[in-house]
């Protein structure tokens, strides 16, 4: 089985970073794109930002210039740095990761992590 943990989030004042960390563990061949989601309350979850096995990274209009994915595939880990949050960045913030269980598989699966709180505020 693959599981994917989450890290980083914590209280962080308005105009703070912070850095969050999803490493993957288990059993698995590999690990193609990889993104953060989130959750804030009383909205659905959205995308973050994704990033591909080669490092080509997406982001959402509202974090384009505040926040950086990056990832690192000999550790099986990725990484979110905010900067610069604001109070409407606060949510639980969520690892995602498309993998391929085994070499014979034909196809990718979709996983999730727990998520992990982000809390922006004075």
């Known amino acids: 089985q693959v599981q994917l943990v989450e890290s980083g989030g914590g209280l962080v004042q308005p105009g703070g970073s912070l850095r969050l960390s999803c490493g993957a563990s288990?059993?698995?061949?590999?690990?193609?794109?990889m993104g953060w989601y989130r959750q804030a309350p009383g909205n659905e979850r959205e995308l973050v930002a994704t990033?591909?096995?080669?490092?080509?990274?997406n982001y959402a209009d509202s974090v384009k210039d505040r926040f950086t994915i990056t990832r690192d595939n000999a550790k099986n880990t990725m990484y979110l740095q905010m900067s610069s949050l604001k109070p409407e960045d606060t949510a639980v913030y969520f690892c995602?990761?498309?993998?391929?269980?085994?070499?014979?598989?034909?196809?990718?699966?979709?996983?999730w992590g727990q998520g992990t709180l982000v809390t922006v505020s004075s």
């Open positions: 995602n990761a498309d993998v391929l269980r085994s070499r014979y598989s034909t196809s990718f699966i979709r996983v």
């Open positions: 288990g059993s698995f061949f590999a690990i193609n794109t």
């Open positions: 990033v591909t096995s080669s490092g080509s990274a």
